[in-house]
Every structure is written in C-alpha cells, then in structure tokens.
T-cell receptor, first 112, second 118 residues
Framework: KNEVEQSPQNLTAQEGEFITINCSYS?????LHWLQQHPGGGIVSLFM???GKKKHGRLIATINIQEKHSSLHITASHPRDSAVYIC??????????????FGKGTHLIIQP | NAGVMQNPRHLVRRRGQEARLRCSPM?????VYWYRQLPEEGLKFMVY????????ESGMPKERFSAEFPKEGPSILRIQQVVRGDSAAYFC????????????????FGPGTRLTVT
C-alpha cells in the first residue's frame, strides 16, 4: 500500500511569493497527479506526470522517480490560488490498482 | 465536450434509506472511478469500473455499498440502509480506455455529490 505524505499541511503566504508544496510516496508508481480543490469542493486536475517536469502557466510540477518525490511550484502567487492542493499517486499500469492514493492535501492561503 | 457529470449534487437521506449516486463520464471515456471524501479527511479510492465490469473494488466497504457501470447509461454508486457515517462527498472520475500500449491516462473529476444522512 502506498503512503503519500504532503508538506506543509498549511501554508499562508503573501501575494507574489513563490510557493512550493512537496509530496513523497513510499512505493513505485506509474503516475502522479496534482489536484486542486477549491472551497466549493470541486476538484480540478492540474498535472499528471510520470517523469521530469511539466509547466502550465504559473504552475510547475516536477517529479524525481528515484527519490519518490514530487514538488508543485506556483510562481507569482495570487489570492485566487488559495485552495487545497492534493498529491495523488497511481500504482497500477492498467487492469487493476489504478485507483489513486491521495495525500491529505496542503491548505494554501495567499493574502493580498 | 461536456465534463464528468454527477447527480444529484446534494442528496439528503434519513438513516436506513437508500442512496443512489450517478456519474456520467466524459464522452469517449469508458473507465470510471469512485472516491469518497469524509468530512475533514482526504479522498479515498472506492472502486474502479469499466463498462459492465468491476476492475478493482478494494476500497469499497464490504456491506451496503455496490457500484455498476452498465453498457448504456451512467455509473451508479448505491448505498443501502445509509448510516450517519456515510455522510461525505462522493466524487467520480473518468478516463479513456488504455490503448496503443499506453496504460496511464489522466483522470477527470466530476463536481461531486454531497450526501447528508440525517
């Protein structure tokens, strides 16, 4: 069973700051997801990655397979980035064990 | 292309009643996943289905819970004889079928159904 740990649990920062959220997992995976959950509860998939780095706008996600670690970065943070950011891993490679295992989430608040 | 649809968005049931939660995957997606988020807790995997087939139900409670994804129509998560502890947000996600030797596709989440048991 994969254990997914996120840090920090809570993060409050000022608008414009560079944000880093970390995720570690215990067992090899086929993919890692970063998700965003807003106060209204809806979940948006930000990234799915299995190696290297991906960038979308002000968001960057990296993963180090050997170290079983991923980071989500937000550049030039804005109050609208305030949300819960969730790391989730997928252990299977088709045909089973494809459900995601989730971290507890990082509650991010960006103050103006 | 409509996203993943879930209905109802909010459902209130009395203890002992049945709850039926529906999920329509994105067009072209034939894989559906159900997740549960208990109050103040993280998301937990429940079940993974393809059309007419349960692939992985390792996260489903052994009793009262069942899921199906028929050939036609939405996927249904059914909770019989609900109890207060079933109150949670239930999310559905969908992904395309694996093909071309590529097995891992992104999962797209629905807006969730918030079940309240009174």
């Amino acid at each position: 069973k994969n254990e997914v740990e996120q840090s920090p649990q809570n993060l409050t920062a000022q608008e414009g700051e560079f944000i880093t959220i970390n995720c570690s997992y215990s067992v090899g995976i086929s993919a890692l997801h970063w998700l965003q959950q807003h106060p209204g509860g809806g979940i948006v998939s930000l990234f799915m990655l299995s190696s290297g780095k991906k960038k979308h706008g002000r968001l960057i996600a990296t993963i180090n397979i050997q170290e079983k670690h991923s980071s989500l970065h937000i550049t030039a943070s804005h109050p609208r980035d305030s949300a819960v950011y969730i790391c989730a891993v997928r252990s299977g490679s088709g045909g089973g064990a494809d459900g995601l295992t989730f971290g507890k989430g990082t509650h991010l608040i960006i103050q103006p | 292309n409509a996203g993943v649809m879930q209905n109802p968005r909010h459902l209130v049931r009395r203890r002992g009643q049945e709850a039926r939660l529906r999920c329509s995957p994105m067009k072209g997606h034939s894989h559906v996943y159900w997740y549960r988020q208990l109050p103040e807790e993280g998301l937990k995997f429940m079940v993974y289905l393809q059309k007419e087939n349960i692939i992985d139900e390792s996260g489903m409670p052994k009793e009262r819970f069942s899921a199906e994804f028929p050939k036609e129509g939405p996927s249904i998560l059914r909770i019989q004889q609900v109890v207060r502890g079933d109150s949670a947000a239930y999310f559905c996600a969908s992904s395309p079928s694996p093909s071309g030797g590529f097995w891992v596709y992104e999962q797209y989440f629905g807006p969730g159904t918030r079940l309240t048991v009174t």
